[in-house]
């Protein structure tokens, strides 16, 4: 009798967590579905908000940070609808490396905007975020 309790417990404790996680994956799945739908404006300010709270920035480097990732939302949401459309279709080369340049030139920007303690912090965080990413992506193709 206690064995069949104790198997019943599990089958119900483990039908619990399994109904959770497929609710927390349809919840990410709607959360992302609404990120894909914000304008670039809205991500530059949400950007810029996010960042602002993390290194105490100035007006003005709010400013320049809101252009900064406004240019890149931009160019991100011009290449989307380009890979759309199937209008260029460039080699892994190419876009890694396009996608490089643009990197390093956002991050040239950061540079001239920030002061050192907050670029040192916004490199951190933003080195933290592409591992995120990176294990995001590995997930998924497992």
Do not use: C
């Amino acid at each position: 009798m206690k064995k069949l309790i104790i198997i019943a417990l599990a089958f119900v404790t483990t039908i619990g967590f399994s109904q959770e996680r497929e609710r927390n994956q349809e919840m990410r799945q709607n959360m992302k579905q609404e990120r894909k739908n914000l304008t670039p404006e809205q991500r530059a300010e949400l950007n810029t908000k996010r960042l602002t709270i993390q290194l105490d920035l100035t007006e003005t480097q709010q400013k320049q940070v809101y252009e900064v990732y406004l240019a890149n939302a931009k160019h991100i949401s011009a290449k989307r609808k380009e890979l759309k459309n199937n209008v260029e279709q460039k080699d892994a080369y190419d876009r890694a490396s396009e996608k490089l340049d643009r990197r390093k030139a956002i991050q040239d920007k950061m540079k001239s905007i920030l002061s050192e303690s907050q670029y040192k912090t916004w490199k951190e965080n933003s080195k933290e975020g592409m591992r995120k990413k990176g294990k995001i992506k590995q997930k998924r193709k497992q």
